[in-house]
């Protein structure tokens, strides 16, 4: 079955940085968009950035602009989220999901497979 592992999380100050990982499994990695989301207490989860199938094209939103960094490394099928100047605003659980779409989707129920989730907590 598929199986999208993500790892990395943990807890850092103001301004640091942290590199989360996804591991996937039981899928062709290479003909999945794949997507960021993160959930916040008592929110709903959101959208944080997608990459397209072989990379080339980046999508994230706003709040991440600058900051973020998705990629792809897809003979190993992972995908990374880089994340730098990290705020207390960013702390959530994040999730790496999969989509057979074609093009940038930003909306969950668009995605077919989804991780556990890794909390990041980022401390002032």
């Known amino acids: 079955q598929v199986q999208l592992v993500e790892s990395g999380g943990g807890l850092v100050q103001a301004g640091g940085s942290l590199r989360l990982s996804c591991a996937a499994s039981?899928?062709?990695?290479?003909?999945?968009?794949m997507g960021w989301f993160r959930q916040a207490p008592g929110k709903e989860r959101e959208f944080v950035a997608a990459?397209?199938?072989?990379?080339?094209?980046?999508y994230y939103t706003d709040s991440v602009k600058g900051r973020f960094t998705i990629s792809r490394d897809n003979p190993k099928n992972t995908v990374y989220l880089q994340m730098n100047s990290l705020k207390p605003e960013d702390t959530a659980v994040y999730y790496c999901?999969?989509?057979?779409?074609?093009?940038?989707?930003?909306?969950?129920?668009?995605?077919?497979?989804w991780g556990q989730g890794i909390q990041v907590t980022v401390s002032s």
């Open positions: 999901a999969a989509s057979s779409k074609w093009t940038m989707r930003n909306m969950p129920d668009e995605y077919d497979y």
């Open positions: 990459i397209s199938r072989a990379g080339r094209n980046t």
């Open positions: 039981g899928l062709t990695f290479s003909k999945y968009l």
